[in-house]
């Protein structure tokens, strides 16, 4: 059986919370989801059960696998076990940036003018 994660990725303007599930590389997850917001993942759950935590949250639901961040959503990520997912969301670190893929800093080459080859 594959290993599957729950992952909940937050808008950073928005701030509403995308509840889903992926057998593959969260990050990988995260940089094919078309938003007008930049995503960040805050929490994980390995072998979590999407439907459970979606139903759990019903009253947060907007649409489709979006909730609003309620205190009751957040308080649940937050316990989260930060491990699950090695490089994701590690203790100590920031979460991912869609945009940038460096961990919630920002990216070396912003203003930089590049040569072209």
């Known amino acids: 059986m ?12 928005t701030k509403n919370i995308k ?3 992926t057998t593959a590389s969260v990050l990988v997850r995260l940089n094919c989801i078309s938003s007008s917001d ?10 979590g059960d999407e439907k459970k935590i979606q139903e759990k949250f019903h009253h947060l639901w907007l649409h489709g696998e979006w909730f609003l ?3 009751e959503l957040l308080d649940y990520i937050a316990c989260l ?8 969301y590690q203790s100590g670190r920031g979460p991912w940036d869609r945009r940038s893929g460096n961990k919630g800093k920002p990216s070396p080459y912003k203003g930089k003018k590049h040569a072209r080859r």
Do not use: N
């Not at 594959?2 to 950073?12: A, I, K, L, R």
């Not at 960040?40 to 072998?47: A, D, E, F, R, S």
């Open 38 to 47: 930049i995503l960040q993942c805050i929490g994980v759950l390995k072998y």
């Open 69 to 71: 961040s309620g205190k």
């Open 81 to 88: 076990p930060r491990h699950e997912v090695t490089g994701v």
């Open 2 to 13: 594959p290993v599957s994660y729950v992952y909940f990725f937050q808008g950073t303007q």
């Open 19 to 21: 509840i889903g599930t």
